[in-house]
T-cell receptor, first 116, second 114 residues
């Protein structure tokens, strides 16, 4: 069965520290997609990244980086030099292939608190 | 306007009221979604529309009734709700309804049922 686990319920760090949010997934499909979303206190879910199962290259976007490792079924997200504006709930999600009946499987989210 | 908009942003309704939530996407997408987000619970998919046809209805009670008159607009009609229906209702859209495309979300409607 599909499953996404974000074991860290809440993380609190001081501004400028680096922080990694963990995401572990389960799927039997060989074609799948992984996503990260950010939900700030305003409530809107903001898309951050999509990664397909055939592309294991790590991705860097400014202070954000993602480490996709199929061997450990993980898709971790690192924020370098964290800022107060990074405070939000972060969700990892999984979808399988092109099935017309697919659903995004969401993790429970990790609440990230960046203290000034 | 750009992206996905939702109105109203906040709604308080009694259990006997009838109200509607509105969602509009300005992204030219073909699929739209309603989600429910309750405290301490994972995001719950409620309904999916693809090219204005409902393709998913995740055992949602009939007191929630969706409507998709065109690919840019999505409504959620509410009637005789229960207090446990209080939640953040999020609308999203994606280019197509397949696993390959990311979803873009609106700001949500915070619903309180009294």
């Amino acid at each position: 069965a599909q499953k996404v686990t974000q074991a860290q319920t809440e993380i609190s760090v001081v501004e400028k520290e680096d922080v990694t949010l963990d995401c572990v997934y389960e799927t039997r499909d060989t074609t799948y997609y992984l996503f990260w979303y950010k939900q700030p206190p305003s409530g809107e879910l903001v898309f951050l990244i999509r990664r397909n199962s055939f592309d294991e290259q790590n991705e860097i976007s400014g202070r954000y980086s993602w480490n996709f490792q199929k061997s450990t079924s993980s898709f971790n997200f690192t924020i370098t030099a964290s800022q107060v504006v990074d405070s939000a709930v972060y969700f990892c999600a999984l979808s399988e292939g092109m099935d017309s009946n697919y659903q995004l499987i969401w993790g429970a989210g990790t609440k990230l608190i960046i203290k000034p | 306007e750009t992206g996905v908009t939702q109105t109203p942003r906040h709604l308080v309704m009694g259990m006997t009221n009838k109200k509607s939530l509105k969602c509009e996407q300005h992204l030219g997408h073909n699929a739209m979604y309603w989600y429910k987000q309750s405290a301490k619970k994972p995001l719950e998919l409620m309904f999916v529309y693809s090219l204005e046809e409902r393709v998913e209805n995740n055992s949602v009670p009939s007191r929630f009734s969706p409507e998709c008159p065109n690919s840019s607009h999505l409504f959620l009609h509410l009637h005789t709700l229960q207090p446990e229906d209080s939640a953040l209702y999020l609308c999203a859209s994606s280019r197509y309804h397949t696993g390959a495309y990311e979803q873009y979300f609106g700001p949500g409607t915070r619903l309180t049922v009294t």
